[in-house]
């Protein structure tokens, strides 16, 4: 017996050492850990109240724009960039005010409302900002900014959309021969991505594949290109 109280005392002691030497880094490891839980935790809640805040805004941008309410959505939209800049119904409530305020005739804001989405904007929002902002662009015949738009890299399931605008726009500048290769571009990755079973990003304009195929060969007709 006495020699397992002795063996106990050993240990006790070795767990005491050891507590003196690394008691204090193992606290702070733990607290550390707590920390990151809670900070993460607390990250989360607000990520999902700021999208629950959101949604409501955005339910009213909606409903101003349905009603043609041109100073409710401009409102509206601009609460949503304001406060709720980094959900995406910041991007999302841009577009939408966008469409709305050309419809209305407000070009210059519905310019400002695509730069927002193309400089804050994710991916497949930022690509949809750029082919609009070069559409308008397009309108105003400002050529050259509206081409700079579509430079750069695409998402996937938009590089025939972007190939399709740089060849209306070099087709409006009057340089045929450029603007046929953009078109055939257009369609060579279009009937890849069909080949692929991939669908392309045209639900945003309401468009199937097949609809968008029969675009394309009609503008290449239009320039002699027709196979």
Do not use: C
């Not at 050891?18 to 989360?44: D, E, F, P, R, Y």
């Not at 009609?218 to 027709?226: E, N, R, T, V, Y």
Request: glycine content about 8%; hydrophobic content about 45%.
């Amino acid at each position: 017996m006495a020699t397992y109280d002795l063996e106990e005392q050993e240990q006790l002691a070795e767990i005491k050492t050891w507590w003196k030497q690394h008691g204090n880094l193992l606290i702070n490891m733990l607290t550390a850990v707590a920390l990151v839980v809670i900070a993460w935790q607390g990250w989360s809640w607000y990520q999902r109240n700021q999208a629950a805040q959101a949604s409501l805004v955005y339910n009213v941008l909606q409903k101003a724009v349905v009603d043609k309410d041109s100073q409710r959505t401009k409102a509206a939209s601009g609460e949503l960039l304001e406060k709720f800049g980094s959900t995406s119904y910041a991007a999302l409530g841009a577009l939408t005010t966008a469409k709305a305020m050309i419809d209305a005739g407000d070009v210059k804001t519905a310019k400002l409302q695509l730069l927002w989405v193309i400089e804050h904007g994710r991916d497949e929002l930022r690509d949809v900002a750029r082919l609009r902002l070069a559409a308008v662009l397009l309108d105003e015949k400002d050529f050259v900014q509206a081409l700079q738009q579509l430079e750069g890299t695409v998402s996937p399931g938009f590089e025939a959309r972007f190939a399709d605008n740089r060849g209306d726009i070099l087709s409006a500048q009057g340089k045929s021969a450029e603007a046929l290769a953009a078109y055939q571009g257009a369609l060579a990755r279009l009937d890849d991505a069909n080949s692929k079973g991939r669908n392309l990003a045209q639900s945003w304009q309401g468009q199937s594949n097949a609809v968008y195929r029969e675009l394309l060969q009609q503008k290449l007709d239009a320039l002699g290109g027709s196979k």
